[in-house]
């Protein structure tokens, strides 16, 4: 069936480091693939999206790529700042419905 | 803020009891999703209204319920509560329904059952 995986947290890195989330799915046609973000306190938002392969998603100096020979969606960050910790999930919508299936979420801390 | 607007933020009501979590969508958006958020499941889908007719369902219980009104808000209906449900419950709206479409999550009720 269709499901999301993402490597486990929490994530603690220092301000500046390089991060990198991993995702994976299965599903079957073609998915789009997406990332949001949960802040503390408040909903999901959408921080970028892919809606074929090969297709890079980009938001806020965060990138991530819709490789479909590893079915992988992996979320990165070249610097980190202590506003980006957040809770993050990886999600695919692959149904004419428009719902998600969802990742479990990996927390990202970062210090100062 | 997303545009979606969800109440109460905050719920605590006893085993056995029903309660009704209420969705008011985007403004033009006519799909509204619910999520379910717990710390052993996940983020989970329960149900998804489209112009006021149930759309698609994924793991949501007997116990719960679910509709969307001309007005295009949403109400979900947690009835013979058990602890086990205690949980943050998202409502989402987007516009279009295919899986390219980008969904606006409201903050979620947070429900405790004690």
């Known amino acids: 069936g269709n499901s999301v995986t993402q490597m486990e947290g929490p994530v603690t890195l220092s301000e500046e480091a390089f991060l990198t989330i991993n995702c994976t799915y299965t599903a079957t046609g073609y998915p789009s693939l997406f990332w949001y973000v949960q802040y503390p306190g408040e909903g999901l938002q959408l921080l970028l999206k892919a809606t074929k392969a090969d297709d890079k998603g980009s938001n806020k100096g965060f990138e991530a790529t819709y490789r479909k020979e590893t079915t992988s969606f992996h979320l990165e960050k070249g610097s980190v700042q202590v506003s980006d910790s957040a809770v993050y999930f990886c999600a695919h919508g692959s149904s004419n419905t428009g719902k998600l299936i969802f990742g479990q979420g990996t927390t990202l801390q970062v210090k100062p | 803020d997303s545009g979606v607007t969800q109440t109460p933020k905050h719920l605590i009501t006893a085993t056995g009891q029903r309660v009704t979590l209420r969705c008011s969508p985007r403004s033009g958006d006519l799909s509204v999703y619910w999520y379910q958020q717990s710390l052993d499941q996940g983020l989970q889908f329960l149900i998804q209204?489209?112009?006021?007719?149930?759309?698609a369902k994924g793991n949501i219980l007997e116990r719960f319920s679910a509709q969307q009104f001309p007005d295009l808000h949403s109400e979900l209906n947690l009835s013979s509560l058990e602890l086990g449900d205690s949980a943050l419950y998202f409502c989402?709206?987007?516009?279009?329904?295919?899986?390219?479409?980008?969904?606006?999550f409201g903050q979620g009720t947070r429900l405790t059952v004690v």
């Open positions: 209204y489209y112009n006021g007719e149930e759309r």
């Open positions: 989402a709206s987007s516009v279009g329904t295919t899986r390219n479409t980008e969904a606006f």
